[in-house]
């Protein structure tokens, strides 16, 4: 990158090992030897926030022919001004596709300027590119003006740079390569000849196609006419053929025209004989009808008279059924008197049986009444036992008290159980917290290396196998202070270091690599402390001094990790001597990069590298972005850990101690409730010894009251047995009521029956008589019916005849072309008689003069004028 105030006057520009090329109009002097401008030769190119260069000025030799030099040295960055400056499209680079990819990263816009050699005055072309909206401002000579104005002052100049053969991009080297001959000259025309030369060329391409399509022409105007000559000989043959053809073909439209006539005059006669057949018919039919007429009034007699018997019977039906509904009703009603008797039995029964028991309780409660009486006679002499009764409710205050104290300690000791063990609870999340942001680095490992998780896992199993101190993968150990802190840390270490394991010992780090990776097969990195701790070695300048750069702290302080990773790391990445610096340190990196201690810092978003060299003193320096971090953003604070799993431990070992505290105290409770009981049971003898009498003497009285009650309630049989026999002698008369009703109904069903009896037979007579005289009916019938649908089809056929005989007539009258009221020409009377006069007659010749006409294939109407055709 050129220093903003360096200017340099280029004929080659060296800027990477890749090659770009431009061949800009050129003068008559060679590619190598300097000479004058001409027109479009490159004076300046100026570029500002453009791909790799905050500001730069550069200006080529008369003859520039071509850009190398080393990569990153800004080559491309050249090329692509020029072709963007110069209206080119961004295809012509093969790079992005978009202008806003050509602004330097970072800034809003850049801008290219580029001035060229014109006589009469040089031209400035200017180009401001927006990356916000990809838009451009286009300036000529410091005017404002536009694309299209820059594309024609840039074709006056015969500047191309969409041709590979004037611009040749070094991403467009294989497009090139591939171009065709044909594509080369056309290419070279345009890039080196003046420019009527490819017009020219186009137009003289287009001449000889024409002179192509014309020879084509003649050669087929020439073989039309041969093939005319050669069938008008062929035609006149045809003439005679057609005329012979046409001949037939008249005989045929004269057969056309006949058939309708002859197919009308056979439907015609047809018709006429359907007419006499079917009034034929009309008599016979009549004569039939009037033979059945007596039979018919007959059976229509026998009918009025069955009407009435049908009404009678089926009146009889309906009284015979009514009075059988009504029998079944009486039955039923007998039936429930029947039921009705039952249950006054059976209430009787039930009265008995009462009483019994009520008897059984009075004797029963006589009994207990005279056994209690003996009881209390037995212990009316026992001595006063409420001394003893007063002594053991001291005891059992004295056992309350006591207790009362031991539920009192254990209430406290459970208390304080339940808040050590919610702190445990607490305690046992905020730990499960922090492992599962050491499983999710884990996952993250196994995610991208699963080697290294898989000699992870055989580590933590075998541990034991080894004396000094054995560290897991970086990424697992170092704990970063603050998240937004890990970035500095892993865009530092690289991500080989990341994953390896850390030894103290350097023959255990040789034990675990045989292990898993020459008996395992697992690809893993190991690494060895140093042998003196390098974990505490001190920066070489204190990082007061550099806070007026904008620095804050250095690397180190910014992690944790144990003491072996950590002098690794300050041996192999100088972690301790690597500042980090905020915005202020971005915006003075000039100055901060001049400082010679520093090698190695960091800003806010971006790393910087500082080299000076060995030779000149020099100083170059590198940056890069610093990338989001991927592994170390997730931290645990290792000390606290340690912190919440000593709690831990404290809480189990205090509940251990109030457990074994509640376990005494109950076996304290359990030592009162066995002596409670033992003083509640003596406390119960003793008042019961005291209230055995008064109990006895309370019992005694109410099984009297009882007895009383029970001998007052006693039930009269005799009276229940007479009042039952009442009721009985009631139901009885009803029965007799309605068994009368029943038989009467029964008689009334069987007088109604012979009556519908003697109806059945006289209408059995009557039916029969009928059936015979409907059999003879329908014999005649028979024949009556077939007549009558004979004369009906007669009819239909004579209907269909009558429309054929005008649907025909029609037919031929429009064939032969007349008017339907024009009656038929002499002329085709006269033709017609020529020919024959049946259908199948008429159709044979129409065949046979078809297969003729037919015979004569291959011509037309215009076959008669063939032989008057005039060659030209």
Known sequence: MAEPSKRQRLSHITSGSQMASTSLPRGPEGAGEAGPFVEGSILRITMKNFLTYDYSVVHPGPNLNMIVGA?????????????????????????????????????????????????????????????????????????????????????????????????????????????????????????????????????????????????????????????????????????????????????????????????????????????????????????????????????????????????????????????????????????????????????????????????????????????????LAKISDQPDVTPQINAVNGKLRRIQVERAKIEGERADLRREGDNISAESKMLVRKLKDMNNMMNAKEEKLRGRHRDTHAALQWLRKNRELFQGNVHEPMMLVVN?????????????????????????????????????????????????????????????????????????????????????????????????????????????????????????????????????????????????????????????????????????????????????????????????????NELLSEKKRLSELKGKRRQLEQKISTKQDSLKQMEQNVIDLKKVEEETKEKIKAVNFLKVAIATAIVAQMKLRAKLTMEKVHLALEMAGLTAEKNKLENDCRESASEFKTMEQRCSRLEQRKVQLTEQCKGLLKRAKSNCRMQPDEALSEELRHAFSKLPDTVDEVDAMLNEERSRAECFTGLSESSKHLSCLTLW
């Open 480 to 676: 970063v202070k603050n998240p937004d802190f890990a970035k500095y840390v892993e865009n530092h270490i690289s991500f080989h270091d990341l994953r390896a394991f850390v030894f103290q010992r350097k023959d255990d780090m040789e034990k675990f690599m045989t292990e898993v990776r020459d008996k395992m097969n697992l690809k893993v990195n190991s690494i060895s402390s140093p042998p003196e701790s390098c974990s505490k070695r001190a920066p070489s300048r204190n990082i007061e001094s550099l806070r007026r750069f904008g620095f804050f702290t250095y690397l180190r302080e910014m992690f944790d990790a144990p003491d072996e990773v950590m002098s690794y790391l300050c041996f192999q990445y100088k972690v301790h001597d690597v500042p980090v610096g905020n915005e202020q340190t971005k915006a003075l990196i000039k100055t901060v990069i001049e400082e010679p201690y520093l090698k190695v810092l960091y800003t806010t978003d971006e790393r910087y590298t500082v080299k000076r060299s060995f030779y000149s003193n020099k100083i170059s320096t590198s940056n890069s972005a610093v990338h989001a971090s991927q592994y170390l953003s997730i931290t645990v604070d290792a000390e606290e850990k340690r912190q919440v799993e000593q709690q831990m431990k404290a809480c189990e070992s205090r509940l251990r101690e109030i457990d074994e505290q509640m376990k005494a105290l109950q076996k304290e409770a359990a030592a009162l409730d066995r002596e409670e």
């Open 71 to 375: 990569n990153g040295t800004g080559k491309s960055s050249i090329v692509c001004a020029i072709c963007l400056v110069l209206a080119g499209r961004t295809a012509t680079l093969g790079r992005g596709d978009k202008v806003g990819l050509y602004v330097k990263r970072g800034c809003q816009k850049g801008f290219v300027e580029i001035e060229l050699f014109k006589n009469g005055g040089n031209l400035v072309i200017s180009r401001e590119i927006h990356v916000e909206n990809n838009q451009s401002l286009w300036m000529l000579n410091g005017g404002i003006s536009n694309q299209k104005k820059v594309e024609e002052e840039v074709k006056a100049l015969q500047i191309q740079v969409s041709n590979l053969c004037q611009f040749l991009p070094q991403e467009k080297v294989g497009e090139f390569a591939k171009m065709s001959k044909i594509e080369l000259l056309e290419a070279t025309e345009k890039s080196v000849g003046p420019p009527e030369m490819y017009e020219y060329h186009c137009e003289l391409k287009n001449f000889r196609n024409k002179e192509r399509e014309l020879e084509n022409v003649v050669k087929e105007k020439a073989s039309f006419l041969e093939k005319a000559k050669q069938r008008n000989e062929r035609n006149k043959i045809d003439v005679n053929r057609y005329y012979e053809k046409k001949r037939h073909l008249d005989v045929i439209e004269l057969l056309e025209k006949k058939k309708p006539w002859v197919e009308y005059e056979t439907a015609r006669k047809e018709l006429e004989g359907v007419k006499m057949e079917r009034e034929e018919a009309k008599k016979h039919l009549s004569a039939l009808r009037q033979a059945q007429a007596p039979m018919l009034k007959k059976i229509q007699q026998i009918d009025d008279h069955l009407k009435p018997n049908e009404a009678q019977m089926k009146a009889k039906t309906a009284a015979i059924k009514e009075a059988s509904v009504k029998c079944k009703q009486k039955q039923d009603q007998l039936d429930r008197k029947h039921k009705e008797i039952d249950d006054i039995k059976q209430n009787l029964r039930l009265k008995q049986t009462e009483e019994e028991d009520h008897q059984k309780r009075i004797n029963n409660t006589r009994r207990t009444i005279e056994d209690l009486k003996s009881e």
